[in-house]
């Protein structure tokens, strides 16, 4: 299993502050994945990354992956309480199937 | 489209019974998956099946099993229970391997 490591684990800002959060390993990733978890449902996906290198943006969400395609971050500018939830990477290994996940940051944005 | 659903919502088991997590999907998907999430584990692969009649073993498959008879349905079957398995259970298809999979609600699961 390749390790997805996100940071911070946990993170509490009002509403109107920038944040990043970050999503590290060592392997080499096909493609990594970015979802949002709000509290008793299931994630959804907000952006998937290909390219190394490449920039997504998502309204207030920038998404970067990095060049040698081994690690990403989430940059949220002006947060709003809306935000709040479990942000999760996961990564797509060579072998495709099955998509590794990290243990998450969750956000908590307060008004 | 209702997308991904699971039944039940919650469930509280005894040691040593046994039930089966239900998960459908009406996307014509054809890969399924079942993973567990723990507090601060994040989400971990139990089983995941490529298409009808193929299933594989994922991350942690002990204590469970899966079949996969038609392209919508893919039930979780636990059998005596244990406390380990407290978990909550999400099931997720996608359209082909590595691309966007779209997850149920959730199954909360308690043993006691």
């Known amino acids: 299993t390749q390790l997805l490591e996100q940071s911070p684990q946990f993170l509490s800002i009002q509403e109107g502050e920038n944040l990043t959060v970050y999503c590290n390993s060592s392997?080499?990733?096909?493609?990594l994945q970015w979802y949002r978890q709000e509290p008793g449902e299931g994630p959804v996906l907000l952006v998937t990354v290909v390219t190394g290198g490449e920039v997504k943006k998502l309204k207030r969400l920038t998404f970067q992956f990095g060049d040698a395609r081994k690690d990403s971050s989430l940059h949220i500018t002006a947060a709003q309480p809306g935000d709040t939830g479990l942000y999760l990477c996961?990564?797509?290994?060579?072998?495709?199937?099955?998509?590794?996940f990290g243990k998450g940051t969750s956000l908590l944005v307060t008004p | 489209n209702a997308g991904v659903t699971q039944t039940p919502k919650f469930r509280i088991l005894k040691i040593g019974q046994s039930m089966t997590l239900q998960c459908a999907q009406d996307?014509?998907?054809?890969?399924m998956y079942w993973y567990r999430q723990d507090p601060g584990m994040g989400l971990k692969l139990i089983y995941y099946s490529v298409g009808a009649g193929i299933t594989d073993k994922g991350e942690v498959p002990n204590g469970y099993n899966v079949s996969r008879s038609t392209t919508e349905d893919f039930p979780l079957r636990l059998e005596l229970a244990a406390p380990s398995q407290t978990s909550v259970y999400f099931c997720a298809s996608s359209y082909s391997e590595g691309r966007e999979q779209y997850f149920g609600p959730g199954t909360r699961l308690t043993v006691t």
């Open positions: 996961a990564g797509v290994s060579g072998s495709g199937y099955a998509l590794n």
């Open positions: 392997s080499v990733f096909s493609s």
């Open positions: 996307m014509n998907h054809n890969y």
